[in-house]
T-cell receptor
């Protein structure tokens, strides 16, 4: 069935270090891969996405990579700051009879000052 | 800024009670969604709506129903609450221009005792 796996489930890094979160998906029809950040007490917020015809995308300190052959995609955060501490969700999305979005289980990132 | 509000942040109900969770968005979005969020499972879609009076089942609709009488309001109904419905419930809205560009409310933490 449709599934998105995400690793690690928890991640602690020192301020200034990089953080990497990896996801795999099962459905070959997936062609959009968004990432969401959920801060404490708030709903998830879309922070970046990548489409299936692109291998890499960067936005300031955040970059995403996609390997469609292997069905892997990753989020890279460089020069981490305490405000990066949150739960991050990857997702795979595609259009069928309706817009389908399957979320990964989430990664709790802690940036230690 | 898009604003999605949910009627309660915390709710405690007894088994068998009928529960209403209300969601209101102020951006004239056509699409609205209800998710539940559980640790280790990510977000799972319960129901969604693409238009007033229209509703579609998501991945886990059992035990839930919805109502959309006005474009800005989408209600989730638990006809007879059970303890396994204890969870965080998130409402989202979107324009539908891309399937995953959804704006989330802060969530309602529901406890059923």
């Amino acid at each position: 069935g449709e599934n998105v796996e995400q690793h690690p489930s928890t991640l602690s890094v020192q301020e200034g270090d990089s953080a990497v979160i990896k996801c795999t998906y099962s459905d070959s029809a997936s062609n959009y891969f968004p990432w969401y950040k959920q801060e404490l007490g708030k709903g998830p917020q879309l922070i970046i996405d990548i489409r299936s015809n692109v291998g890499e995308k960067k936005d300031q300190r955040i970059a995403v990579t996609l390997n469609k052959t292997a069905k892997h995609f990753s989020l890279h955060i460089t020069e981490t700051q305490p405000e990066d501490s949150a739960v991050y969700f990857c997702a795979a999305s595609w259009r069928t009879s309706y817009d389908k979005v399957i979320f990964g289980p989430g990664t709790s990132l802690s940036v230690i000052p | 800024d898009v604003k999605v509000t949910q009627s309660s942040r915390y709710l405690v109900k007894r088994t068998g009670e009928k529960v209403f969770l209300e969601c209101v968005q102020d951006m004239d979005h056509e699409n609205m969604f209800w998710y539940r969020q559980d640790p280790g499972l990510g977000l799972r879609l319960i129901y969604f709506s693409y238009d007033v009076k229209m509703k579609e089942k998501g991945d886990i609709p059992e035990g839930y129903s919805v109502s959309r009488e006005k474009k800005e309001r989408f209600s989730l109904i638990l006809e007879s609450a059970s303890t396994n419905q204890t969870s965080m419930y998130l409402c989202a809205s979107g324009t539908g221009s891309s399937p995953y560009e959804q704006y989330f409310g802060p969530g309602t933490r529901l406890t059923v005792t």
